[in-house]
């Protein structure tokens, strides 16, 4: 019992990190290896903005106060009406100087401290692999031993490449510390990378944002990157490849339902309200032929003509999985036919059991805390 | 030639002020059928005042949204995604793209070349009713199931929102172009056709220069437009896959449509105001413009190359690390002719006698506001800061720098400018230079604060946010109800001047090109006899007359209106 409430107590720990913030002025906290390099551009194009901008406000202050004529006043008549070697000046002047500007943004400079678009596109070759998968309105990341995350976890100190792809609409992948942003693509595989050498451990985070407007869900589209030094970052690996199937099977609704309804939480809620899709709350009981189960599809059907002995869901597990992998399918009034991207090759049979099992406990988890009322399952 | 009489155009010739345009004929039809371009114009700007006081509204409300994180005035992401949409479509559709070639150009164009109209009367009437079509297909669009794609209508999102009103509002993007198009072939024709003897290309206002640059690129830009939003239709209604990859198509292929149209567009909105403001500079500061050639040109060179740098919009995209390249270095190449003009505006105040007039508030504010909208224009072309800043603030302060503080402002500086020409009234010049004052600080507190915003990391077109990015959008959003009283007071002086304004004079700011030789509000025919063509830029004729409380032109001290003298090839000189 001590155990289970220390294992909870750190855990609860574990699950409110804070995000990294800071910086300056300007710009949020460097956080990957070329974010300083490209900083110091736009400081260089910032002083060259200052600069101009003094240049033509304390020019045109000076000459209105200066040749401020009142009405009636005679026009003076000496002021040139062109001059050839000044507009020649300010022609090539800003030639010559946005010749520099494009190189130094293409190219770079280490003397001058620039990190160059080429070097920002160059991942090196020994670079660790992830891929990033978008869709409305959630992230998956996916690592080369197969598991797969909802929040993004990288080793510190390794370039990491990130493979993009978009299920349904563009997305962007952006995380701001790192100075990192690319569209992700339906049909098209997409890259980046990055190096971020500063752990954050499991404490603090980076945000993720995604930058590519995509309909209700795009400004929750914001996930966690949290940097692990490489020993910890092994650790997670094992323990993310292996936590369910550790779990007992008595206990597996309890311990993994809820950490794999996070994923659901951008469009399901428990308490009832609709999101994108249908309230998680009394689902069971509509899918049972209890309360709701009158409640009618797109095409007109009723949870009770679908679900039953001999119709074409024999039991509520099987609508629930068909649901989670071909939720096209039937789709619940008022809800859209596109609302809900498939699951299938994310979650196995046993994630879909954990979250069948938490389907049937609802009424045993709260949803603001969003831990269970009981300290342990309940033993049938 | 002979009917050329140097006392009979005079501004003093009363008898054409008692017939105007305004009171020629009476009645509905007299203004819904006009041929007359000046009431073509004045009904274009109603249309487009009326739509932007729609935007504006829109404007408020997500501004007013995103004071807090989360729900604010609406519980619903969706209904703020539709704000955005409107406000967006509204503003660059329906009001700035329209605003100063159809409505401030059509008034003015025929008059600075001394025509009686446009060489299309009756393509100018169409052109205005099919813009009056496309607003309604808006409406209908938000009758219909409303939608929120951005004004950008990206694909695959647009082809499969839930929301219904993308087919008719992308109908009326289609009929608006259409609208545009034929605005922009009118007036190549009419400046090519309908100059008269004398005005020789380098002798035009460089109002009408603006106007020549922006209208090649509507007639050549804009059927893209058309294209791309017919294939969006098919796609939408019929499943052809063009753009949606589940049907084989491809999403960037649609970026590529839709930029090669709206980059040269952003400067279909910005070339007539940097127009308008070559004009307010020379007239409001009583001197000649310096380096009229350059300034020409510049317009030139700017719809050149606007047609050449649409992949910057796309870095991110997926398009090739070597387009992006190309695309970089081209993009630098617009800065050039934009510095040019901020400088020759800025030494056009040099020895002039400056007038600190209502229209003169405006250009310095422009001059300000597109020098910073300008300069942040850097960051966005250089290719690893705008891995950064791509679709963040950053990005929506800039263009609204160069969009709203330089496009909608130049067109508010020459509404005020044009506003006693086209309605013989003057407005109260200290209201109209506080409202320009209040409109200025509230816009630099809206959007000054963004670029912070977005060089922060803040995404664009969210609903919700981070806490710590809140300080930002408060102050914004603040800046942003200043904005609209300075607007709303904007508002209340023009109107006011309509019922209490005193008589405008010919030529209330001593103005030198043709329009200000004609009457307050001009007659219908707009000149009774064709005027003799002079230096428009050349002030040292005119006199300030009490009597008239207006300039007047002395004509003893011009050599060019001296019948006698021989008209030079080069008037710019």
């Given at each position: 019992m001590t155990v289970i409430t220390l294992a909870l107590g750190s855990a609860l720990l574990a699950a409110d990190p804070t995000p990294i913030l800071g910086g300056d002025f300007w710009m949020p906290p460097p956080a990957s290896t070329f974010a300083e390099g490209l900083d110091q551009m736009f400081m260089f194009i910032n002083w060259l903005c200052y600069f101009f901008f003094a240049l033509i406000a304390v020019l045109m202050v000076f000459f209105v106060i200066k040749y401020h004529a009142p009405k009636g006043h005679t026009f003076r008549m000496?002021?040139?009406?062109?001059?050839m070697p000044l507009e020649l000046t300010w022609l090539v002047i800003p030639t010559l100087l946005v010749v520099p500007i494009f190189w130094l943004g293409f190219a770079g400079s280490r003397t001058l401290g620039v990190e160059g678009y080429v070097g920002l596109t160059t991942p090196p070759r020994n670079s660790y692999e992830i891929q990033a998968i978008a869709q409305k309105w959630s992230w998956s990341f996916k690592y080369p031993n197969g598991v797969i995350s909802d929040d993004l976890y990288i080793p510190a100190g390794e370039p990491v490449r990130m493979q993009l792809r978009a299920v349904d609409v563009l997305h962007s992948f952006y995380v701001p510390n790192f100075r990192v942003k690319r569209d992700c693509v339906p049909g098209r595989y997409g890259y980046l990378w990055f190096q971020a050498d500063e752990p954050t451990g499991h404490s603090r985070y980076h945000h993720l944002f995604c930058a590519e407007y995509c309909g209700n869900g795009h400004s929750q589209m914001n996930r966690r990157v949290f940097v692990l030094s490489r020993t910890d970052f092994d650790a997670w690996l094992k323990n993310e490849e292996t936590w369910l199937e550790k779990i007992d099977d008595a206990e597996l609704y309890w311990k993994a339902g809820p950490k794999l309804f996070a994923r659901c939480t951008s469009c399901h809620t428990l308490d009832g309200v609709s999101g994108v899709g249908p309230s998680w709350k009394g689902i069971w009981d509509r899918v049972n032929g209890g309360?709701?189960?009158d409640g009618t599809f797109l095409?007109?059907?009723t949870y009770r003509d679908l679900?039953?002995?001999?119709?074409?869901?024999?039991?509520p597990e099987d609508y629930i999985r068909d649901s989670i992998l071909n939720p096209a399918n039937h789709v619940v009034?008022?809800?859209?036919?596109?609302g809900m991207p498939t699951f299938k090759g994310q979650l196995d049979d046993r994630g879909i059991d954990a979250l069948i099992g938490m389907m049937k406990h609802l009424?045993?988890?709260d949803p603001k805390t969003a831990?269970?009322?009981?300290a342990t399952p309940e033993q049938k | 030639m002979t009917a050329i009489n140097a006392n009979n155009d005079s501004v003093l010739d009363h008898t054409a002020s008692t017939d105007n345009y305004l009171t020629h004929t009476r009645g509905f039809l007299s203004w819904a059928l006009t041929l007359d371009h000046k009431r073509i114009g004045v009904m274009y700007l109603i249309g487009v005042l009326t739509s932007f006081l729609g935007g504006g509204i829109f404007a408020i409300l997500l501004r007013t949204e995103l004071l807090?994180?989360?729900?604010?005035?609406?519980?619903n992401p969706t209904t703020y995604n539709i704000w955005f949409t409107l406000h967006g479509a509204i503003m660059v559709f329906l009001v700035i793209i329209p605003s100063?070639?159809?409505a401030l150009g059509n008034f003015v164009l025929p008059i600075m070349l001394g025509a009686?109209?446009?060489?299309?009367p009756r393509l100018n009437l169409f052109s205005f009713w099919l813009w009056v079509i496309g607003a309604c297909c808006a409406i209908v669009s938000l009758l219909v199931g409303q939608f929120?794609?951005?004004?950008?209508?990206?694909?695959p999102y647009s082809t499969t929102t839930?929301?219904?009103?993308v087919v008719p509002v992308v109908v009326g993007v289609f009929i608006l172009g259409f609208s545009s198009i034929f605005t922009g072939m009118n007036f190549v024709v009419t400046i090519h056709k309908l100059?008269?003897?004398?005005?020789t290309w380098f002798r035009m206002p460089l109002f009408l220069w603006a106007l020549y640059a922006t209208a090649l690129m509507q007639v050549l830009a804009t059927p893209v437009l058309a294209i791309t939003v017919l294939l969006l239709i098919v796609e939408r209604t019929v499943?052809?896959?063009?753009?949606?990859p589940s049907l084989g198509g491809d999403p960037v292929l649609f970026q590529h449509f839709f930029w090669f149209y709206s980059h040269p567009a952003v400067y279909i909105m910005i070339v007539p105001a940097m127009g308008i403001v070559s004009e307010l500079f020379a007239v409001h500061s009583h001197r000649?413009?310096?380096?009229y050639r350059f300034i020409a040109y510049s317009s030139v060179a700017i719809a050149l190359f606007s047609f050449l740098v649409w992949g910057h919009h796309m870095?991110?995209?997926?398009?090739s690390p070597l387009l992006n390249t190309l695309f970089s270095a081209i993009s630098f190449s617009v800065a050039i002719p934009s510095a040019v003009k901020v400088f020759n505006w800025t030494a056009t105040l040099y020895k002039g006698s400056i007038s600190l007039t209502t229209p003169m508030f405006y250009a310095l504010a422009f001059l300000i506001l597109f020098t910073i909208g300008g300069l942040t224009g850097l960051h966005l072309a250089t290719l690893n800061t705008d891995v950064h800043l791509h679709d963040t603030y950053f990005v929506v302060a800039h263009f609204h720098y160069v969009m709203m503080g330089s496009a909608i402002i130049g067109m508010i500086g020459g509404l005020h400018h044009w506003w006693p020409k086209m309605t013989g009234r003057m407005y109260s010049e200290n209201l109209g230079r506080i409202a320009c004052v209040i409109v200025f600080i509230g816009f630099n507190i809206t959007f000054f604060t963004q670029f912070m915003l977005g060089s922060q990391g803040m995404p664009r077109r969210y609903y919700d946010y981070q806490p710590e990015y809140q300080i930002y959008h408060v102050i914004s959003t603040m800046g942003s109800y200043v904005m609209a009283v300075g607007f709303m007071l904007t508002a209340y002086t023009l109107l006011q001047s309509l019922w209490s304004g005193e008589r405008a004079p010919a030529n209330p700011w001593g103005?030198?090109?043709?329009?200000?030789?004609?009457?307050s509000p001009p007659?219908?025919?707009?000149?009774?006899v064709q005027p003799r063509v002079g230096?428009?830029?050349?002030?040292?004729?005119l006199r300030w007359s009490e009597e008239e409380n207006g300039y007047i032109v002395d004509?003893?001290?011009d050599p060019e209106l001296n019948a006698n003298a021989p008209k030079r090839a080069e008037g710019a000189r």
């Open positions: 000496d002021g040139p009406h062109h001059h309360a709701g189960s095409d007109g059907k679900i039953g002995p001999g119709k074409e869901f024999a039991t009034k008022p809800f859209s036919p596109s009424d045993e988890f831990k269970w009322l009981k | 807090t994180p989360g729900p604010t005035i609406t519980a100063i070639p159809a009686k109209d446009v060489a299309f929120d794609t951005g004004w950008t209508f990206y694909v839930e929301l219904g009103g100059r008269p003897p004398g005005m499943g052809i896959g063009i753009f949606d000649h413009i310096f380096g870095f991110l995209s997926g398009q103005g030198r090109s043709l329009e200000w030789q004609c009457a007659p219908h025919d707009n000149f009774p230096d428009c830029y050349d002030f040292s004729c004509r003893s001290m």
